[in-house]
T-cell receptor, first 114, second 113 residues
Framework: AQTVTQSQPEMSVQEAETVTLSCTYDTSESDYYLFWYKQPPSRQMILVIRQEAYKQQNATENRFSVNFQKAAKSFSLKISDSQLGDAAMYFCAYNQGGSEKLVFGKGTKLTVNP | AAGVIQSPRHLIKEKRETATLKCYPIPRHDTVYWYQQGPGQDPQFLISFYEKMQSDKGSIPDRFSAQQFSDYHSELNMSSLELGDSALYFC????????????FGSGTRLTVV
């Protein structure tokens, strides 16, 4: 079974600084998708960024980018110019191609200090 | 833009009672998913429906059942509620396969007392 590991239960960053959240996963499949979801105190799960495993280019969405290392099965999220509104729980998630369910990591709680 | 609508937002039930949660997916999304998130936990997959048929099943207790109706809305029915069922229940929708990521609803907070 696929597993997703987030080794940092909590992280903090100063406003306007950059922070990187770690995620590793375990799979024997070649066709899969990786996601980062944000869950603020409002509890809504919001899709931040998506990466297709067959694409070598790292995905980028404005201030959010990933470092996808397929051989190492690593998928870290970099948040640049951190803002107070970035404070949330961040979940890394895996989806196997052809499957429907997402497998989530345990999450990293990000605090942004003014 | 229309989002995934869940109702109710909050629900308080007593042990052994029954609860019904509703989910209205984004128009044209053909797949609906249900997840359970316990306090301080990551979301756990319960069940999914594609075109009104159950398509995948996770760690859903036998006391729970779900279905998707002709208008694509879905309901999660939970019977003989236990204290451990207290959690946030998310519904999400997507186009088939979920490869593009889901859109989640705001969740239903179920408290069993």
């Amino acid at each position: 079974a696929q597993t997703v590991t987030q080794s940092q239960p909590e992280m903090s960053v100063q406003e306007a600084e950059t922070v990187t959240l770690s995620c590793t996963y375990d799979t024997s499949e070649s066709d899969y998708y990786l996601f980062w979801y944000k869950q603020p105190p409002s509890r809504q799960m919001i899709l931040v960024i998506r990466q297709e495993a067959y694409k070598q280019q790292n995905a980028t969405e404005n201030r959010f980018s990933v470092n996808f290392q397929k051989a190492a099965k690593s998928f870290s999220l970099k948040i640049s110019d951190s803002q107070l509104g970035d404070a949330a729980m961040y979940f890394c998630a895996y989806n196997q191609g052809g499957s429907e369910k997402l497998v989530f990591g345990k999450g990293t709680k990000l605090t942004v200090n003014p | 833009a229309a989002g995934v609508i869940q109702s109710p937002r909050h629900l308080i039930k007593e042990k052994r009672e029954t609860a019904t949660l509703k989910c209205y997916p984004i128009p044209r999304h053909d797949t609906v998913y249900w997840y359970q998130q316990g306090p301080g936990q990551d979301p756990q997959f319960l069940i999914s429906f594609y075109e009104k048929m159950q398509s995948d099943k996770g760690s859903i207790p036998d006391r729970f059942s779900a279905q998707q109706f002709s208008d694509y809305h879905s309901e999660l029915n939970m019977s003989s509620l236990e204290l451990g069922d207290s959690a946030l229940y998310f519904c999400a929708s997507s186009l088939k396969g979920g490869n593009y990521g889901y859109t989640f609803g705001s969740g239903t907070r179920l408290t069993v007392v």
